[in-house]
């Protein structure tokens, strides 16, 4: 089946620094992936939409200077948050959808990074 | 914003079948209606999906209702692995993202 691998799965930084997360589908080819952030006891908000090949889509209220997103290849897409602060601590997944499945079967989501700003 | 609701919580006894229920009272006769489930720390899961018609894998069922304004997600054992989050999401279709609310906390008693 479909697997997506995200990378790191726990990072700490200090407030500050960027700090870049990976997500790539492992075997399969995927046009579109999408980036969730996910408070405690919450559930998942969409961020953004990342088409392979152009500029991302995001959500009102996520600023795009702060969460720079790159879907450079058809199989990794990378979400990197720019001068950190400890508000944007919390959970980070991606989830990724071949082109060609529509609506059959489910998207396949990674398992997650959690990211701690200190 | 998600176009479901759910129960915030449900309990199960272990080895006891489980329903949890959905309302999507403005589904659109496109829209799929897809459950995916949240382990702690872990991304979601897809479960089932499905448009008109029961649905039946090795994960779950799916009863949809016949005005597609509800539907139920069947565990038939639920065993303590089931302990999650499940999500009840009124898919468009396409590339378009799934849009999760707040989902039904399935708690699993041994």
């Known amino acids: 089946g479909a697997v997506v691998s995200q990378h790191p799965s726990r990072v700490i930084c200090k407030s500050g620094t960027s700090v870049k997360i990976e997500c790539r589908s492992l075997?399969?080819?995927?046009?579109?992936m999408f980036w969730y952030r996910q408070f405690p006891k919450q559930s998942l908000m969409l961020m953004a939409t990342?088409?392979?090949?152009?500029?991302?889509?995001?959500e009102q209220g996520v600023e795009k200077d702060k969460f720079l997103i790159n879907h450079a290849s058809l199989t990794l897409s990378t979400l990197t948050v720019t001068s950190a602060h400890p508000e944007d601590s919390s959970f980070y997944i991606c989830?990724?959808?071949?082109?060609?499945?529509?609506?059959?079967?489910?998207?396949?989501f990674g398992s997650g990074t959690r990211l701690t700003v200190v | 914003d998600a176009k479901t609701t759910q129960p915030n919580s449900m309990e199960s006894n272990e080895e006891e079948p489980v329903h949890l229920p959905c309302n999507h009272s403005t589904i659109s006769g496109t829209d799929y209606i897809h459950w995916y489930r949240q382990l702690p720390s872990q991304g979601p899961e897809y479960v089932i999906h499905g448009l008109t018609s029961n649905v039946n894998n090795r994960m779950a069922s799916l009863a949809i209702a016949e005005d597609r304004k509800s539907s139920t997600l069947i565990l038939h054992r639920a065993t303590l692995r089931d302990a999650a989050v499940y999500y009840c999401?009124?898919?468009?279709?396409?590339?378009?993202?799934?849009?999760f609310g707040k989902g039904t906390r399935l708690s699993v008693i041994a």
């Open positions: 990342s088409n392979e090949g152009s500029k991302a889509t995001y």
């Open positions: 989830s990724a959808s071949p082109g060609d499945r529509p609506s059959s079967g489910g998207y396949t």
């Open positions: 999401i009124q898919f468009e279709g396409g590339n378009t993202p799934l849009v």
């Open positions: 075997d399969f080819q995927a046009t579109t």
